[in-house]
């Protein structure tokens, strides 16, 4: 790829990168959200033109794809960031969507059509079933069909945009297996990632994006993870680690013995005599696998799944929470560990976005529309929120600054517990900074906070203490310097499913 | 701050659909000024208005409807069946006029309550709900008053009738009802959850609005505003028909549609009600003059809703490159 440049809306989003992948490569694409890289890959993928620039596939040179289908006609597979699945189809009508196998008369030959989706499943996810629909299986299986469909088209250059950020460990290792094979058959992969341990593990030259502006390409053996932080903020990036508080502080959340209904009508119950606490001052993790229980303790917490047996103090007292908005009146926040599905309201204004969970402090038969629009100036400049103001869309924000307004919606309402699922997950390496150090800020003024990541150098990094969930059980706990990441991974994977 | 100085312009649906109207009018002055002088007159207006009000009071409570990301396929239904029954109950069960009124209020406000029990608890589409209530009530309508009640008692039709400022009661209602929606949609913390709900009910939800109580209530209230729509009408042309409502839910659908909202939920305004049902009436009133044959009517007004909402969707679209 060539001087490619790009411009959304008067801005300039690309300003002339070159790009190059060789066959049988590994080319990390690195920077901060909102450095370009998704949009040079959708470039790449035919799902956008450039405004210049050319783009040059095994000898042939193109002024950019006219269409997704161009793109993969001359060659190139993209496993996209954003899910781009049919939930009510089944899994190999998903990956062979558009392309089934069909008969003289346009049927669709059911037989061949999974035998061909079994295969190429078989070298991601055996243990996914063809038949299944998709919107039944876990958002990691999703995220493994997505990949199973890209290299169902074999591609001369495969992208994988952000592949594991749904990902557990094993999960993310047999993705790794599948790229080196791919590697070896002469495909050029090229691997975007905010995790710079697997750039380091799995790429062999990086190319660093800024401000749409190219910083460098080098082999990644000559680098190093703070050479490359740097290229991508332009600045050195303190790191934080904090130890347990030193003061015993009150318990803030007490949660004891809480488990799912016995009668589930159907389903088996998942969560089991749940217990834990948090103090004030306080930052707790919740590890574990995906699937393990942690959000579904979040959410049964939070009033949004059924409560069984246990019971639920804040501050001392027991509470009876039936549906989140209880959870709010008893002190209780808890943000969403998918943005976009369930956070945030995508065609509404920064400014409607951020008062939402606290709407009645801008009154009720009067709305104060001024001071709301003060309160949220207020969040946009203290979280360094990059917007063209309150009033615009959150949906064209980028990830880091979408998640930022999440968070500011949470610190608005200021319960004394607040619950934060993934609270980094596809954001950046300078906004992941920013939103530990506003997560550390809220806890010493007196709350308690929860943190839910599968980010496991996240957890450790930013909780004073760990609680490890297994198959839906607390399966032990970690503080001080017990915690790393072994112990952790003991306790997650301790019958040997991983 | 100076990020506020960045924002361009925007059309919004509403004010597009305003200039659109406009426009009509000026070509059709300039086209047909003959047709113009019987047109632009304080009496056709006055008419135009008159004839307004049912479907007026029907899409305000539509907006509310789509705002929060639904619909109700059951209100012209509901207003053949209030209206009939309130009659019937004036006229054949004796009772005293506000008495009447009241009862069909309530009945109302129950079959949209019971529209919002099936959709929000018992998580029946909206679509299926709707459209099986509006065959019970309009059945319930033929049922109770065969095709009609005539000779409603002078005392009840007196209400429609009354004027003042060369203005019907019912014009009155809807510019009261119209103000209140607009001040409420816009500025009260009650109304505004709708949007929030329209806009995304998985994060309303977990944003502690209570997403199913606020579906239920909409539903009711606009249960109720149909019911007000048929006793208000059959208090105007002293007839409480059976077949009134036929049809006038989608016609309340394009209203709204028109006025900017969406079928996705999360936009629209009241005032965007009220100038839509204005849009297709005056389109209306322009054919009616010209005697332009009414099988075309319904052709010129799908061909204005597609073609007022393409380009709306089309701009939109540029806007966001």
């Known amino acids: 790829m060539r001087e490619i440049r790009k411009t959304f809306a008067g801005i300039e989003v690309l300003k002339g990168v070159d790009f190059t992948v060789r066959a049988g490569e590994v080319h990390a694409l690195c920077g901060e959200n909102g450095a370009g890289k998704s949009t040079l890959m959708n470039i790449l993928a035919g799902v956008h033109r450039p405004d210049a620039g050319e783009i040059v596939l095994g000898g042939r040179t193109h002024a950019g794809f006219a269409s997704a289908h161009a793109a993969q006609h001359a060659g190139v597979g993209i496993v996209f960031q954003e899910r781009s699945l049919f939930g009510p189809l089944t899994v190999a009508e998903n990956i062979f969507a558009g392309r089934q196998p069909v008969t003289r008369w346009g049927m669709v030959v059911r037989r061949q059509l999974h035998a061909s989706a079994a295969a190429v499943l078989a070298r991601v996810a055996p243990d996914i079933s063809t038949e299944a629909t998709v919107a ?14 890209a290299l169902s088209l074999d591609a001369k250059v495969m992208i994988f945009d952000e592949p594991t950020a749904a990902l557990t460990d094993a999960e993310t290792r047999r993705l790794f297996a599948v790229i080196r094979q791919l590697q070896s058959q002469g495909t050029g992969v090229v691997y975007i990632s905010h995790r710079l341990e697997e750039v380091f593990g799995i790429a062999d030259r990086v190319t660093v994006l800024k401000d749409g502006a190219w910083q460098g390409t080098m082999p990644v053996a000559e680098t190093t993870a703070d050479d490359l932080i740097r290229l991508m903020v332009g600045r050195d990036v303190e790191k934080f680690h904090y130890g347990a508080s030193e003061a015993v502080q009150p318990v803030l959340l007490d949660v004891r013995g809480l488990s799912d209904p016995t009668d589930t009508g159907g389903g088996k119950p998942m969560l089991q005599d749940i217990s834990f606490h948090a103090r004030a001052g306080e930052i707790v993790g919740l590890a574990g696998l995906a699937g393990a229980g942690r959000t579904e303790t979040a959410l049964t917490l939070f009033g949004a799944r059924p409560q069984g047996a246990g019971e639920i103090r804040l501050g001392g007292n027991r509470v009876s929470i039936r549906s989140p908005a209880d959870a709010i009146d008893a002190g209780l926040g808890y943000v969403s560990e998918d943005r976009k599905e369930s956070g945030l309201f995508l065609d509404m204004s920064v400014r409607r976005n951020i008062s939402a969970a606290r709407l009645a402090k801008f009154g009720g038969w009067f709305f104060r529309d001024t001071e709301e629009s003060g309160a949220a100036r207020d969040f946009v400049a203290k979280l360094r929120i990059a ?4 009033e615009q869309d959150t949906a064209h924000l980028s990830g880091g600054n ?3 307004v999440l968070l500011a919606r949470w610190l608005l309402a200021n319960p004394r517990v607040l619950i934060v699922d993934e609270p980094t997950r596809g954001v950046d390496v300078g906004a992941k900074a920013e939103v530990h150090q506003l997560l550390r800020a809220y806890a010493r003024q007196g ?4 943190v839910i990541s599968s980010d496991l150098p996240e957890v450790l990094r930013i909780s004073d203490r760990i609680y490890v969930m297994r198959a839906g059980r607390i399966a032990g706990e970690v503080s001080g310097d017990g ?15 991983n | 701050m100076e990020p506020q100085l ?3 312009f925007v059309p919004t649906r509403e004010i597009g659909v305003f200039l659109l109207l406009v426009l009509i009018l000026v070509v059709f002055r300039v086209l047909f000024p003959v047709s113009w002088e019987r047109f632009a007159t304080f009496d056709n207006f006055a008419s135009v208005v008159r004839n307004m009000a049912f479907e007026c009071i029907l899409a305000l409570g539509m ?3 789509l705002i929060g990301g639904t619909f109700d396929l059951s209100v012209g239904a509901t207003a053949s069946m209030v209206g009939v029954v309130t009659g019937w109950l004036m006229k054949h069960a004796g009772w005293p006029v506000p008495a009447a009124i009241a009862g069909g209020l309530a009945l109302a406000a129950l079959s949209g309550f019971a529209n919002g029990v099936v959709v929000a608890k018992v998580r029946v589409n909206a679509l299926i709900t709707t459209l099986g209530t509006m065959g019970i009530f309009s059945g319930i309508a033929l049922l109770v008053g065969g095709p009609g009640i005539t000779f409603l008692p002078p005392s009840f ?5 009354t004027q003042f400022l060369g203005l019907q009661a019912p014009v009155w209602l809807v510019i009261f009802l119209g103000a209140v929606g607009h001040y409420g949609f816009a500025h009260t913390r009650f109304f505004r959850q709708f949007y929030y709900i329209g806009s995304n009910a998985k994060a309303a939800h977990l944003s502690g609005i209570n997403v199913e109580r606020l579906q239920i209530i909409a539903f009711t209230l606009v249960g109720l505003f149909a019911g007000l729509a048929g006793i208000v009408y059959a208090s105007r042309v002293a007839t409480a028909s059976s077949t009134v409502g036929m049809g006038k839910e989608l016609g309340a659908i394009t209203a709204c549609i028109l006025g900017g909202a969406s079928l996705q939920g999360g936009r629209g305004t009241a005032w965007g009600a009220l100038l839509g049902v204005l849009f297709v009436a005056v389109i209306q009133n322009m054919l009616l003059i010209k005697q332009v044959r009414p099988e075309w009517q319904g052709i010129i007004l799908g061909l204005v809703l597609v073609f007022a909402v393409a380009i709306d969707s089309v701009l939109n679209r540029k806007q966001q490159r």
């Open chain 1, 136 to 149: 039944d299986l876990s958002p990691a299986q999703q995220q493994m069909v997505e990949i199973a469909k």
């Open chain 1, 387 to 390: 917007c063209r103001g309150v």
């Open chain 1, 402 to 404: 979408q998640q930022k």
């Open chain 1, 447 to 450: 709350h308690a906070v929860v």
């Open chain 1, 483 to 497: 915690a790393n990441e072994e112990t952790v991974m003991r306790l997650a994977a301790r019958d040997g499913k």
């Open chain 2, 6 to 8: 960045r924002r361009r």
């Open chain 2, 63 to 65: 907006m509310l409807m």
């Open chain 2, 157 to 161: 039709t007196q209400l429609g009738q």
